[in-house]
């Protein structure tokens, strides 16, 4: 990664313009989950301790673009974030003209999604973002593999564009375990559909040992070697694709192994009866909504002989208790499993907090899009930027 970092930059008296993802769920105007605060909170002290004017910048959540959502406002944000840090964080709601703010404050401005242009990358609008700063770093690695003006045309347009620390150290990590991984890689793979991860898959099968796959996506494979998957969610029109993995994975030596038993019911509730299942013992009205027992003893036994692990998705609808066992199984066999373990993505990272595993995932990654684009092996445009004015 040849881009300039925040720690070279001097920046005593200087107005520093971070790009953070402070994206955190929200409960009736509270913040529900801090994760993400809590990783921002050692640039924004390294930054104030180094006597900069701290400038923060978040998107929250999906407001419609160009008009003010106060369902969507950065003030709870700011709040909690205050209360981590330990002193004040005033919030800007105009400030694209420009921000008071001076040595040693910090300020946070209101949710750049609410600027028209955003994410269209507007050139314009990247501008007016660089007037605000004398240095803009680049800390949000949720949001680095999308071209907004925000995370991409303020680092063409601002006098000096670095990355930030958590940015860095995203980088570092994850190319580490991707170019020199300890043995056997086991990656795990869970979500509703094959298509939104297909390419991720095929990347996969040149860098790892094992691949489980969970939730949707194993509901698609066992459909494609012919196992019945009753009314479950599955992709049928990618069934070809899902056999093309496999025997791709085949020839790569790579083993893909599939449940082989399951949780069922007919509905989706904490109601709902559950019935266990041998794959492809589903009944046409029933649905796959979690891995079975033997299948989770199978998965735990594949994690605790792994070397390293990479970890996006869960294998079951585990926001219902009813189905959360097999979700629960593979967190507790990654937390306990000696190998090097990295997590990413919001459903991944929800499980982590819902089964208290945190503090036993050797690294836990602040994105989603973006940590799956990584290990596509794609570029991410916010880093693009950033080694382009490094030159």
Request: glycine content about 10%; some cysteine; aromatic content about 4%.
């Amino acid at each position: 990664m040849n881009v300039k970092t925040m720690s070279d930059q001097k920046l005593k008296n200087r107005r520093v313009l971070i790009r953070m993802d402070l994206n955190a769920p929200l409960d009736k105007g509270l913040v529900a989950s801090d994760a993400r605060l809590r990783a921002a909170l050692p640039t924004v002290r390294q930054a104030l301790d180094e006597g900069a004017a701290v400038i923060l910048m978040s998107h929250l959540g999906r407001p419609r673009e160009g008009a003010f959502d106060a369902a969507h406002s950065m003030r709870p944000v700011a709040r909690r974030l205050a209360e981590l840090l330990g002193r004040p964080i005033r919030l800007e709601p105009d400030w694209l003209d420009g921000v008071d703010v001076r040595p040693g404050e910090v300020c946070l401005v209101e949710n750049v999604r609410f600027n028209n242009g955003e994410k269209a990358n507007d050139p314009e609008l990247g501008r007016r973002m660089a007037r605000l700063c004398d240095v803009f770093v680049m800390d949000a690695f949720g949001t680095a593999h999308r071209a907004h003006a925000s995370t991409h045309a303020v680092a063409r347009f601002a006098p000096i564009a670095c990355a930030g620390p958590l940015l860095t150290r995203e980088f570092r990590t994850l190319g580490q375990a991707l170019r020199a991984p300890a043995r056997p890689v086991t990656a795990i793979v869970g979500g509703s559909k094959v298509s939104t991860k297909l390419t991720m898959l095929h990347a996969l099968l040149g860098r790892v040992d094992r691949l489980i796959l969970g939730g949707g996506i194993a509901n698609s494979f066992l459909a494609a070697t012919g196992r019945n998957v009753g009314a479950s969610l599955h992709e049928p029109d990618l069934l070809q694709e899902a056999r093309d993995i496999l025997r791709e994975a085949e020839l790569a030596g790579v083993d893909i192994p599939l449940p082989v038993d399951t949780v069922c019911a007919t509905g989706l509730s904490d109601q709902a009866q559950a019935r266990e299942r041998d794959a492809g013992d589903v009944a046409a009205d029933e649905m796959i909504l979690d891995i079975g027992p033997r299948t989770s003893r199978n998965y735990t036994d594949i994690l605790m002989d792994s070397g390293t692990i990479l970890w996006n998705g869960p294998v079951g609808v585990f926001e219902c208790d009813r189905f959360g066992q097999g979700t629960r199984a593979i967190s507790l066999a990654v937390a306990e499993s000696p190998a090097y373990s990295i997590a990413g993505g919001g459903d991944t990272l929800a499980a982590i907090d819902k089964y208290g595993v945190a503090e036993d995932i050797s690294y836990i990654s602040t994105g989603g899009g973006a940590f799956m684009e990584f290990m596509e092996g794609k570029k991410l445009p916010a880093l693009a930027a950033l080694e382009e004015r490094a030159m």
